[in-house]
């Protein structure tokens, strides 16, 4: 599993947390920063994380800024990403069981960080159940092809 990760400066010391547990278990994962606490605007973190999933460069994205509402929003304008921000281990595991979520986002105001490394090994290794839940994905990529279409075509709703 190839994995992008990212934070604003608001989100700093959560993402380390988050990187160093990836590295001890041994998966690959790029940091596309930020670096230190100088002030950054989350979009442009959100947006290299987002993208690299849509292209197909990374398999999940996980981002972390103060409240994780801003990265969310970002993250999901990008077609074919469903992210989702975690606040518990039980929204981590529905994320990927429920809506094989391939973005993870983390508010570092919102949750103690021992909370964070357990949602995230359990967003790790949840499994899609599919059934019933792929048929919403379904619908879910048939409404991102809809709105496409539109915008190309340049009619409106």
């Not at 400066?9 to 998966?27: D, I, M, N, S, T």
């Amino acid at each position: 599993m190839k994995l992008v990760l990212a934070s604003d400066h608001a989100g700093l010391k959560l993402k380390a947390a988050v990187l160093a547990r990836l590295e001890k278990r041994g998966l690959p994962v790029v940091d596309f920063g930020t670096y230190d606490e100088t002030s950054v605007d989350y979009p442009d973190f959100a947006r290299m994380v987002a993208g690299s999933v849509t292209r197909g460069e990374s398999d999940r994205g996980i981002l972390v800024c103060g409240s994780g509402v801003g990265m969310s929003i970002v993250a999901n304008k990008f077609p074919g990403v469903r992210a989702a921000l975690v606040d518990s281990v039980a929204t981590a595991r529905q994320s990927r069981a429920h809506v094989d979520a391939n973005v993870l986002v983390f508010g570092q105001n919102n949750l103690p960080e021992d909370v964070a490394l357990e949602a995230l090994e359990v967003w790790l290794d949840t499994p899609f159940e599919g059934g019933r839940h792929a048929r919403r994905l379904a619908k879910i990529a048939a409404v991102e092809k809809e709105i496409a279409d539109e915008v190309k075509s340049g009619g409106s709703r």
